[in-house]
């Protein structure tokens, strides 16, 4: 089941949150997980298993691993957990590339373990494993005791707002909630408007955008025109952000419905003015995971197998940082999936990192805003040309396309043949929503005079508030029921 299906809106919703309603609190939180494994099982069948057996395998290894934190037993207990979920996470979501790169052992053992290693990849698998790893992390670092009421560990994996495609919930963080959400009329209200604005984000912005980037990526890079190209290129920028950032929209209000304060997972990330300040709003709960549990341990770790290198006088803090981004940003990638173009993506980002750190660091600071915004968001842009494309030479042949050095025919491919009223809507309000012109049109005075007269004009903006959100939302189901169904872009992840 998908938050943007007529079968969620109109079924699964209002009937969990009616029954959540009218049932006493200490009965929601088994309530809750009962419906997010039906959630689960609606669209995932017999994966459910998978998910089951993530949430107990937990369960009894942070039992384990909180009985014995310290010593030779309790580092057995953590290696144990860490293979445990990485083990799972590795069975589905890379069995693609071991059937396509080790053809020595499928020659082996013969077609059936082929077939095995292709096997589907059940939803959100990298999500509720990262949840399920930020679990055991906590316990590990003594952030939290054990739990012992499984629902509780249950809610924290698999919860159904989430569960697809995040934002990623750090335990320590939410355990309380999660103990005994508290339910009130103003956060409900303030779920009911994000979940809205994140219908619309998907439905009307990048579901608007998706056939224009889907067929300009579909055509042969070497035909393509340099329009065509960037054309393609924009409308997968703005949908990808639009895509995702409205499932976490839709995610956050749905917690906010049930009582749970989930935390923010993007703020405005076209309108960074260095790669650094874009991972620091893109993805957030995934970029804040990686920082702590992968960047830091893996500086720490560079730190110490270097450190005869401080004596030649060698700059140990430049290789410290440079190889720990480098490789964060690689995993990070990896994460993603297991293709190659992801791994090249995630170096990419790595590596430029390493070298604004090192070299750009000071005159971004001092440089021209609009320029530095220009440069970052060109910088994200081709990135994404790595994301998207089917393979590295797919990826070249577009980067030859977008510098104007592609052989297509103007007057097979031009840019008008992918527009319409509809595409050039969404364009406009995506380009005005994404946040680029935010810096250069909107500035600290003007925010301030609109704080200052909010108390004033509190009932007339809260009315026309509500008035354009129902339009919105009757908009966003209209052309829900027109369009086929699009799924989210990550789920899949």
């Known amino acids: 089941m998908s938050l943007n299906t007529p079968a969620f809106l109109f079924f699964f919703l209002p009937v969990t949150l009616l029954l959540f309603l009218l049932l006493r609190p200490r009965a929601r939180g088994v309530f809750l997980l009962l419906a997010s494994l039906f959630f689960y099982a609606w669209g995932e069948g017999a994966y459910l298993l998978v998910l089951i057996g993530s949430w107990l395998g937990n369960y009894f290894l942070g039992l ?41 052992l499928l020659g082996a053992l013969g077609p059936l373990p082929r077939q095995a290693l292709l096997a589907h990849m059940p939803l959100g698998i990298s999500f509720f494993t990262f949840q399920a790893l930020a679990y055991i992390m906590d316990v590990r670092r003594g952030l939290v005791l054990p739990e012992k009421n499984p629902i509780t560990v249950g809610l924290a994996i698999a919860l159904f707002p989430q569960i697809g495609a ?108 260095s790669l650094r300040e874009f991972w620091t709003r893109w993805h957030i709960s995934l970029t804040t995971f990686l920082r702590d549990y992968v960047f830091l341990p893996l500086s720490s770790a560079i730190s110490r197998a270097i450190r005869p290198a401080r004596l030649l006088g060698i700059r140990a803090e430049y290789w410290i940082y440079n190889g720990g981004m480098i490789g964060t940003m690689a995993l990070c990638g990896i994460w993603h999936g ?33 320029l530095a915004f220009l440069m970052t968001l060109l910088l994200v842009m081709l990135g994404w040309v790595l994301f998207r494309a089917d393979s590295a030479a797919h990826a070249l042949q577009f980067f030859k396309a977008l510098a104007g050095l592609g052989g297509g025919d103007s007057r097979i491919y031009y840019p008008a043949l992918y527009l319409d009223n509809r595409v050039l809507l969404a364009l406009a309000a995506a380009l005005l929503g994404s946040g680029p012109l935010q810096r250069l049109l909107v500035g600290k005075g003007f925010g301030n005079t609109l704080a200052q007269g909010r108390a004033g004009m509190s009932r007339w903006t809260e009315r026309l508030g509500r008035t354009l959100l129902f339009m919105v939302f009757l908009l966003s189901l209209l052309v829900m029921a027109g369009d086929k169904y699009s799924p989210f872009l990550y789920v899949r992840f």
Request: aromatic share 16%.
């Open 64 to 104: 384990r691993l909180g009985g014995r934190r310290d010593g030779k037993s309790g580092n057995a207990w953590f290696a144990t957990a860490i293979f445990f979920n990485l083990g799972v996470l590795a069975s589905f979501k890379y069995a693609p590339f071991m059937a396509t790169h080790l053809p020595e």
């Open 166 to 273: 995040g934002p990623i919930i750090r335990y320590h963080r939410i355990v309380e909630q999660l103990r005994r959400s508290h339910f009130s009329v103003d956060r409900f209200n303030r779920g009911s408007r994000r979940f809205i604005i994140g219908l619309a984000k998907k439905v009307l912005l990048a579901s608007s955008l998706a056939p224009v980037a889907d067929a300009v990526f579909a055509v042969p890079a070497s035909q393509l025109t340099a329009g065509v190209g960037w054309l393609g290129l924009l409308c997968y920028t703005l949908q990808i952000y639009f895509d995702f950032s409205g499932y976490s929209d839709m995610a956050i209000g749905l917690g906010a419905l049930f009582g749970f304060d989930y935390p923010e997972n993007f703020s405005h990330p076209y309108s960074a003015c």
């Open 338 to 370: 297991s293709h190659h173009t992801f791994l090249l993506w995630g170096l990419y980002h790595g590596v430029l990192l390493a070298v604004e750190q090192s070299f750009l660091r000071r005159w971004l600071k001092k440089a021209w805003t609009p």
